[in-house]
């Protein structure tokens, strides 16, 4: 009895051990992400009897409501008419043959074969197909829960085995083929095994496990058997069979994985999953995260991913390259608000609820010893002389000394509030404490307060750093400012608009740059010029808001947000701020997708990020420690993804085979994915549409392309997907896209009518030989009548030589032939004009007017002005009528107050135009001399053709104006 109580005591002793101690967390099953879907997300039934993972990289899951495939996004429900009509919805097991080909075993015995996106075949077996394997031979061996084994040959001959040809049982769970090429047989009357290569197999016991319900058989990576049965796990090897590991006794083993990292994975029918690495053996079960402790499948993909089937949905668990501490390992709470690591190497974390000291992978919850309000610490800073100040949510800022707590400040000792949210030792002794109601400064025992009136931008204080140089910079709700020789300089806000609160500052050592972490990105200022610029979302920055800003030792900056993790290459941020670019290329966010168990970090108060001397970094988030070394990134990323092109849409509705577009389609769009299931958030693509585009078109994370209005012709689609910073695919997904040409630029239309055109410019061709030799008659015709033609014509020219000399001797007027009272020439001269013009206009064909205008009320005019002023009045009537005609017009004084105008190459109604502006310039003359009086006048216009000879016209014209 006394021996019971002992063994008591150590056991709870050292289960109290394992509570505040954890072992080393690299490695550990807690390690691993994990990720729960069910119907909500798409599966067609939370029970997973079947996982399987075809060429082409889709993972594909079967139960009661048939089979889904999934892309790591989406789970795509395939119905039983795409299965060759499916005899039932329900499927036991799904095998991949050596050639790709997926088979599908269902429920009443019917298996399909799926390949190249299509169901190919079928066969109809009876009872329920419990499992599927293929031999070297390529021939199908199936087994079935209560109507015996199915072999099925590759040219789909079938036959059945049962009790009457030595099998020992009808209810066989699984099969397995060795690499010594024996089929195994897991059934409820125990292990049994044959040789395929037999016409009738003979079927061998192995009696250790005779009359034992053997549920799976699986080969190790060494070669050895693996054997679950109701009893445990065991291990087979040269006919030596010991248990796998005493932590399996008695256990319902169900499912064997060999991980291709080494551990080994088991499923159980009721204490859920292990993980036996070496001699360690790891338990996941309800308690711990896995929704239900009976494992119906396992299979780990090629991004080595480990998936588990249950009866209440599909568990996902793969290694990240994010750690997170938790209170599983130990820490006081999960809502983390500040980390330290101090000078002896261990790591401060302090939590919502507590503050805890991690080193060596283990855990200690430190505790005050005084009472606290709040065990709330949101700030952590280290003296120089060792000491620890931890700021507290509401007890004010404790001092730590060896672990132990030595003194206490708060309010009523003249801290300006019992918030601490920022602290600063400084190698002198004094202390800053930066809170949420202002600034303090701890100095000989004495505080002093600081606030806006101070000099400070804000009054909530969310980091206080101190730079090379000794200056002090306060990080606030309302900007930034720098405290040097006794004064606040407050750091131009509007630089940065429009953000204001910033919690953070990190100085680059190598320049004159200092980073800010704001609320509405990334800040940039510059020492030697004083000015600052602001990285915003506008640029390609993947969020609003950062917390805690720092470098890795490969040229990036990491920064914290309330989504997740942000990495931006320090090369990329300058190059977009100094205007060479105008988006980020290298910007990432990691968050839950990736490893992280929560992507909330939190901020506003000192410090939320730490990094360590061996690089790894540290974040605070609202579910642990989050913790990565960039460097691990790489392994998760190793190769390039495979990428499949998923559904082709032409004018929004999905084409299935060749894809041939009519020439009137308005919208092409192609969706593809990689089908990778470690980081699938963090793929970029790209694409190229041959015949369309020049040069490959980054996608980024876009899944889809859209190409609109493309010309005939044949195009070739080509999709290629990447992890940043690592290799493109080397093989892309592609698609041939031809589009119609249309009606008439069908190639048959288009030679069609080439040969008619051809037909048509000969027939023209003949055509216009015999016209040419009709023509060249016609035109020897019309040269000799051209000749006689031209004859006349140079008679003619010379006859207009002898008027035009007329013409020119007429030009020079005799003094005796000009009236002296007008200066114009006179009824005598004028007869000569016309008659020469009258001749020759005549003789040419040319047109030709005459007016004959006539000033009236001469008579009262010569009474009124008397007889000087009227010789005026003639002699400035006949300058104006000279003024209004054109070059080669002629005027001369007719009779008495009359005048004609002769007007050559004149028509009718042009003349008549002439003859009334003529008439209008007389009614405005007296506006210009003052003596005369307003005048009116008629006019007679006559043109060549209307009579037969020059007296004739001469007549008709004076009969006119009478």
Same mark, same amino acid.
């Given at each position: 009895?006394?021996?019971?109580?002992?063994?008591?005591?150590?056991?709870?002793?050292?289960?109290?051990?394992?509570?505040?101690?954890?072992?080393?967390?690299?490695?550990?099953?807690?390690?691993?992400?994990?990720?729960?879907?069910?119907?909500?997300?798409?599966?067609?039934?939370?029970?997973?009897?079947?996982?399987?993972?075809?060429?082409?990289?889709?993972?594909?899951?079967?139960?009661?409501?048939?089979?889904?495939?999934?892309?790591?996004?989406?789970?795509?429900?395939?119905?039983?008419?795409?299965?060759?009509?499916?005899?039932?919805?329900?499927?036991?097991?799904?095998?991949?043959?050596?050639?790709?080909?997926?088979?599908?075993?269902?429920?009443?015995?019917?298996?399909?074969?799926?390949?190249?996106?299509?169901?190919?075949?079928?066969?109809?077996?009876?009872?329920?197909? #419990?499992?599927?394997?293929? *031999?070297?031979? !390529?021939? /199908? +061996?199936?087994? &079935?829960?209560?109507? %015996? @084994? =199915? $072999?099925?040959?590759?040219?789909?001959?079938?036959?059945?085995?049962?009790?009457?040809?030595?099998?020992?049982?009808?209810?066989?769970?699984?099969?397995?083929?060795?690499?010594?090429?024996?089929?195994?047989?897991?059934?409820?009357?125990?292990?049994?095994?044959?040789?395929?290569?037999?016409?009738?197999?003979?079927?061998?016991?192995?009696?250790?496990?005779?009359?034992?319900?053997?549920?799976?058989?699986?080969?190790?990576?060494?070669?050895?058997?693996?054997?679950?049965?109701?009893?445990?796990?065991?291990?087979?090897?040269?006919?030596?069979?010991?248990?796998?590991?005493?932590?399996?006794?008695?256990?319902?083993? #169900?499912?064997?994985?060999? *991980?291709?990292? !080494?551990? /080994? +994975?088991?499923? &159980?029918?009721?204490? %859920? @999953? =292990? $993980?036996?690495?070496?001699?360690?053996?790891?338990?996941?079960?309800?308690?711990?995260?896995?929704?239900?402790?009976?494992?119906?499948?396992?299979?780990?993909?090629?991004?080595?991913?480990?998936?588990?089937?249950?009866?209440?949905?599909?568990?996902?668990?793969?290694?990240?390259?994010?750690?997170?501490?938790?209170?599983?390992?130990?820490?006081?709470?999960?809502?983390?608000?500040?980390?330290?690591?101090?000078?002896?190497?261990?790591?401060?974390?302090?939590?919502?609820?507590?503050?805890?000291?991690?080193?060596?992978?283990?855990?200690?919850?430190?505790?005050?010893?005084?009472?606290?309000?709040?065990?709330?610490?949101?700030?952590?800073?280290?003296?120089?002389? !060792?000491?620890? +100040?931890?700021? &507290?949510?509401?007890? %004010?800022?404790? $001092?730590?000394?060896?672990?132990?707590?030595?003194?206490?400040?708060?309010?009523?000792?003249?801290?300006?509030?019992?918030?601490?949210?920022?602290?600063?030792?400084?190698?002198?002794?004094?202390?800053?404490?930066?809170?949420?109601?202002?600034?303090?400064?701890?100095?000989?025992?004495?505080?002093?307060?600081?606030?806006?009136?101070?000099?400070?931008?804000?009054?909530?204080?969310?980091?206080?750093?101190?730079?090379?140089?000794?200056?002090?910079?306060?990080?606030?709700?309302?900007?930034?400012?720098?405290?040097?020789?006794?004064?606040?300089?407050?750091?131009?806000?509007?630089?940065?608009?429009?953000?204001?609160?910033?919690?953070?500052?990190?100085?680059?050592?190598?320049?004159?740059?200092?980073?800010?972490?704001?609320?509405?990105?990334?800040?940039?200022?510059?020492?030697?010029?004083?000015?600052?610029?602001?990285?915003?979302?506008?640029?390609?920055?993947?969020?609003?808001?950062?917390?805690?800003?720092?470098?890795?030792?490969?040229?990036?900056?990491?920064?914290?947000?309330?989504?997740?993790?942000?990495?931006?290459?320090?090369?990329?941020?300058?190059?977009?701020?100094?205007?060479?670019?105008?988006?980020?290329?290298?910007?990432?966010?990691?968050?839950?997708?990736?490893?992280?168990?929560?992507?909330?970090?939190?901020?506003?108060?000192?410090?939320?990020?730490?990094?360590?001397?061996?690089?790894?970094?540290?974040?605070?988030?609202?579910?642990?420690?989050?913790?990565?070394?960039?460097?691990?990134?790489?392994?998760?990323?190793?190769?390039?993804?495979?990428?499949?092109?998923?559904?082709?849409?032409?004018?929004?509705?999905?084409?299935?085979?060749?894809?041939?577009?009519?020439?009137?389609?308005?919208?092409?769009?192609?969706?593809?994915?990689?089908?990778?299931?470690?980081?699938?958030?963090?793929?970029?693509?790209?694409?190229?549409?041959?015949?369309?585009?020049?040069?490959?078109?980054?996608?980024?994370?876009?899944?889809?392309?859209?190409?609109?209005?493309?010309?005939?012709?044949?195009?070739?689609?080509?999709?290629?997907?990447?992890?940043?910073?690592?290799?493109?695919?080397?093989?892309?997904?592609?698609?041939?896209?031809?589009?119609?040409?249309?009606?008439?630029?069908?190639?048959?239309?288009?030679?069609?009518?080439?040969?008619?055109?051809?037909?048509?410019?000969?027939?023209?061709?003949?055509?216009?030989?015999?016209?040419?030799?009709?023509?060249?008659?016609?035109?020897?015709?019309?040269?000799?009548?051209?000749?006689?033609?031209?004859?006349?014509?140079?008679?003619?020219?010379?006859?207009?030589?002898?008027?035009?000399?007329?013409?020119?001797?007429?030009?020079?007027?005799?003094?005796?032939?000009?009236?002296?009272?007008?200066?114009?020439?006179?009824?005598?001269?004028?007869?000569?004009?016309?008659?020469?013009?009258?001749?020759?206009?005549?003789?040419?064909?040319?047109?030709?007017?005459?007016?004959?205008?006539?000033?009236?009320?001469?008579?009262?005019?010569?009474?009124?002005?008397?007889?000087?002023?009227?010789?005026?009045?003639?002699?400035?009537?006949?300058?104006?009528?000279?003024?209004?005609?054109?070059?080669?017009?002629?005027?001369?004084?007719?009779?008495?107050?009359?005048?004609?105008?002769?007007?050559?190459?004149?028509?009718?109604?042009?003349?008549?135009?002439?003859?009334?502006?003529?008439?209008?310039?007389?009614?405005?003359?007296?506006?210009?001399?003052?003596?005369?009086?307003?005048?009116?006048?008629?006019?007679?216009?006559?043109?060549?053709?209307?009579?037969?000879?020059?007296?004739?016209?001469?007549?008709?014209?004076?009969?006119?104006?009478?």
């Amino acid at each position: 009895m006394r021996l019971f109580r002992l063994l008591t005591i150590l056991c709870m002793t050292w289960c109290l051990q394992v509570q505040g101690q954890v072992a080393p967390v690299v490695g550990q099953l807690g390690d691993y992400y994990h990720e729960h879907f069910t119907t909500r997300d798409g599966l067609p039934h939370n029970t997973i009897n079947t996982i399987s993972q075809t060429q082409d990289g889709y993972l594909w899951f079967a139960g009661w409501e048939g089979v889904s495939r999934y892309n790591g996004r989406t789970f795509e429900w395939l119905k039983r008419t795409q299965l060759d009509n499916f005899a039932d919805s329900g499927v036991m097991k799904m095998f991949r043959r050596a050639d790709g080909t997926l088979v599908i075993g269902g429920m009443r015995g019917s298996l399909v074969f799926w390949q190249h996106g299509k169901a190919t075949g079928s066969i109809r077996l009876e009872g329920v197909i #419990s499992d599927i394997d293929e *031999d070297a031979a !390529g021939v /199908l +061996w199936v087994t &079935t829960e209560g109507n %015996g @084994l =199915f $072999r099925v040959q590759p040219d789909g001959t079938v036959r059945r085995f049962g009790l009457s040809d030595g099998l020992p049982s009808l209810q066989l769970h699984q099969v397995e083929h060795s690499r010594d090429n024996k089929m195994w047989f897991a059934t409820v009357k125990g292990l049994f095994w044959v040789d395929p290569a037999l016409e009738t197999p003979r079927f061998q016991p192995v009696s250790r496990f005779r009359d034992i319900d053997t549920l799976t058989v699986a080969e190790s990576a060494s070669g050895s058997l693996l054997v679950g049965t109701v009893q445990g796990a065991f291990s087979m090897d040269l006919q030596q069979i010991q248990p796998l590991h005493p932590g399996l006794a008695n256990t319902a083993v #169900s499912a064997f994985v060999q *991980d291709k990292e !080494g551990p /080994l +994975w088991i499923g &159980t029918q009721d204490k %859920g @999953l =292990f $993980r036996l690495s070496g001699e360690v053996l790891e338990q996941l079960s309800q308690q711990n995260g896995l929704p239900d402790n009976r494992v119906l499948s396992l299979f780990q993909d090629k991004d080595l991913n480990i998936w588990v089937g249950t009866n209440v949905g599909l568990y996902r668990m793969r290694n990240t390259a994010f750690r997170t501490l938790t209170t599983h390992n130990g820490l006081s709470d999960n809502y983390i608000r500040t980390l330290l690591r101090t000078a002896d190497g261990a790591i401060w974390i302090g939590t919502a609820t507590g503050l805890n000291r991690f080193i060596d992978g283990v855990i200690n919850q430190w505790q005050p010893q005084q009472p606290m309000r709040i065990q709330s610490y949101r700030s952590l800073a280290q003296a120089a002389d !060792g000491d620890i +100040w931890a700021g &507290t949510f509401a007890d %004010g800022v404790i $001092r730590i000394r060896q672990g132990v707590e030595i003194e206490r400040y708060g309010r009523k000792d003249g801290l300006v509030s019992d918030l601490v949210t920022a602290i600063l030792p400084q190698a002198d002794g004094r202390v800053w404490f930066g809170t949420n109601a202002g600034l303090s400064l701890l100095q000989h025992g004495r505080f002093q307060t600081f606030h806006i009136s101070d000099g400070l931008p804000g009054e909530f204080v969310s980091s206080v750093r101190q730079d090379s140089q000794g200056n002090i910079w306060i990080c606030t709700n309302g900007g930034v400012a720098v405290y040097r020789q006794g004064k606040f300089e407050i750091i131009a806000q509007k630089q940065f608009a429009p953000a204001q609160q910033v919690f953070d500052v990190w100085f680059e050592q190598s320049s004159s740059r200092v980073w800010f972490a704001t609320d509405r990105g990334l800040a940039r200022y510059d020492l030697s010029t004083q000015r600052g610029q602001l990285l915003s979302q506008a640029q390609g920055f993947p969020v609003e808001k950062i917390f805690a800003v720092l470098p890795d030792e490969q040229g990036s900056l990491w920064m914290s947000s309330n989504h997740g993790i942000v990495r931006v290459s320090i090369a990329d941020a300058l190059q977009v701020l100094d205007g060479q670019k105008a988006q980020l290329t290298s910007a990432e966010l990691f968050g839950v997708s990736d490893g992280m168990r929560d992507a909330q970090c939190n901020g506003s108060s000192m410090t939320g990020a730490i990094r360590l001397p061996d690089g790894t970094f540290w974040f605070a988030t609202a579910q642990g420690v989050a913790r990565l070394q960039p460097s691990d990134l790489s392994l998760f990323q190793t190769s390039a993804p495979q990428v499949v092109i998923e559904d082709v849409r032409v004018n929004g509705s999905s084409q299935q085979g060749p894809l041939e577009l009519p020439s009137d389609f308005k919208r092409l769009e192609i969706d593809y994915t990689a089908l990778s299931f470690q980081m699938p958030t963090r793929i970029r693509y790209k694409t190229k549409l041959d015949g369309f585009d020049t040069d490959w078109v980054e996608r980024g994370a876009k899944l889809s392309a859209e190409y609109t209005n493309l010309a005939a012709g044949t195009y070739r689609f080509m999709v290629v997907a990447a992890y940043p910073g690592g290799a493109w695919s080397e093989h892309p997904a592609e698609l041939v896209v031809v589009v119609q040409p249309i009606w008439w630029q069908q190639p048959w239309l288009i030679s069609s009518v080439i040969a008619f055109l051809v037909v048509v410019v000969i027939a023209l061709h003949r055509w216009h030989l015999r016209h040419l030799g009709r023509h060249v008659s016609q035109l020897r015709q019309q040269v000799r009548l051209q000749d006689s033609e031209l004859q006349i014509q140079a008679e003619q020219l010379c006859l207009l030589e002898q008027d035009q000399s007329r013409l020119a001797s007429l030009l020079v007027h005799p003094a005796s032939k000009i009236n002296p009272d007008t200066g114009l020439p006179t009824m005598e001269r004028m007869l000569e004009l016309v008659t020469a013009e009258f001749s020759r206009c005549k003789r040419a064909n040319q047109p030709l007017s005459l007016v004959l205008l006539d000033v009236e009320h001469w008579n009262e005019l010569q009474q009124k002005l008397g007889k000087n002023n009227i010789d005026l009045l003639q002699q400035l009537v006949g300058q104006l009528l000279h003024q209004q005609l054109r070059g080669g017009d002629w005027v001369g004084h007719w009779h008495k107050h009359q005048f004609l105008l002769i007007l050559p190459q004149t028509q009718l109604h042009d003349a008549e135009d002439i003859a009334e502006r003529l008439k209008i310039a007389l009614q405005h003359f007296h506006e210009t001399q003052a003596f005369v009086p307003e005048l009116s006048a008629q006019c007679a216009v006559l043109a060549l053709g209307e009579t037969s000879d020059l007296d004739e016209s001469l007549a008709t014209l004076a009969t006119r104006l009478l």
